[in-house]
Structures are given as C-alpha cells and as structure tokens.
C-alpha cells in the first residue's frame, strides 16, 4: 500500500456525496468452518442495520483488490487471509432505499463476493454486535437473515 495515501478516512459530507452520487465497490466475505456453516454478524449501521449479514467492506481509492480483500479480512474477522486462500464466489448489486448516515437517499454498492474456510475463533468487529454460526437451511428461513445475504445460498 501506498503510505501517502488516507483510505479510509473521509470525511462525513465528501462520503455522504459519494454515496449519493455513485456505487460503492465493496468485499462480502462468506465465511465457512468445518462443519459447513456460515458466519454472520448482527449489523449496528445503516443500511442493513439490526439484520445478520455476512461480512465485508468497500474498497478504497487506489487500493488494489489484494490489499482491499487482506486488510477487510483482517478487520472483519481479525485473522490473516489473502485473496488465493478464497474462492470467488461472484459478482453481486446490493440496493438500499437508505444510506449510514440517514434516509434521504440511497445506496448502491457493486459486490465482489469470495468464500472462505476458517477454523480459528473470530472477533467480533465495530459493525456487528455479535457473530453467530448458521446452517445454511437456517439462514435462508430466518426472517432476520438480509435478503442480501440470502441471495448468496440460493440455487439459481
């Protein structure tokens, strides 16, 4: 990564603008452990908030998809995982009628999906209240599952 670069750190009115002007590009992590199930956390931000989601986050300016999917697995998950050790899993359009700052326009995010085993206990990060393991069958019928994150598991 580039040192002289700030990636994540804008401020609130510039990111307001972006979210209202264009698409987010973003990283969902679908997590899985031995015994086939899926890791979700309860979401604390708008959009999706209070809804288990899989995790993941935006992409920044200049940050090559390698560094963008290393450090999001880091913070997310706070385990070391680079790109190889995933399966791509898909291309993905996630709409919102409301946005993390509040309900007067929406948000757009273009996402790149990948998959993951791990077998290491995770840590609960600042966009989720808790984690949870889910069957599969579980997560597709449970009414606060996002629909989002349901269209990952459902046969096409």
């Not at 698409?23 to 604390?44: A, E, H, T, Y």
């Not at 998809?65 to 999001?72: K, S």
Request: charged share 20%; proline share 3%; glycine share 4%.
């Amino acid at each position: 990564m580039k040192n002289n670069r700030i990636l994540s750190m804008l401020d609130i009115k510039t990111f307001s603008e972006i979210i209202q002007n264009t698409p987010l590009i973003s990283i969902d992590l679908i997590v899985k452990n031995s015994s086939n199930q899926v890791l979700l956390g309860k979401r604390v931000n708008e959009p999706a908030k209070d809804y288990w989601f899989v995790p993941g986050g935006r992409i920044y300016k200049d940050e090559n998809l390698e560094e963008a999917y290393t450090r999001i697995v880091q913070n997310e998950l706070s385990i070391s995982s680079n790109i190889p050790q995933a399966n791509f899993h898909g291309l993905y359009e996630h709409f919102y009628d409301n946005n993390v700052f509040n309900d007067g326009f929406s948000t757009h995010y273009i996402v790149l999906a990948h998959k993951l085993m791990v077998s290491t206990e995770i840590k609960v990060n600042n966009q989720h209240e808790v984690y949870k393991w889910f069957d599969i069958d579980e997560l597709l019928n449970d009414v606060q599952v996002h629909n989002h994150t349901k269209n990952y598991f459902k046969k096409v």
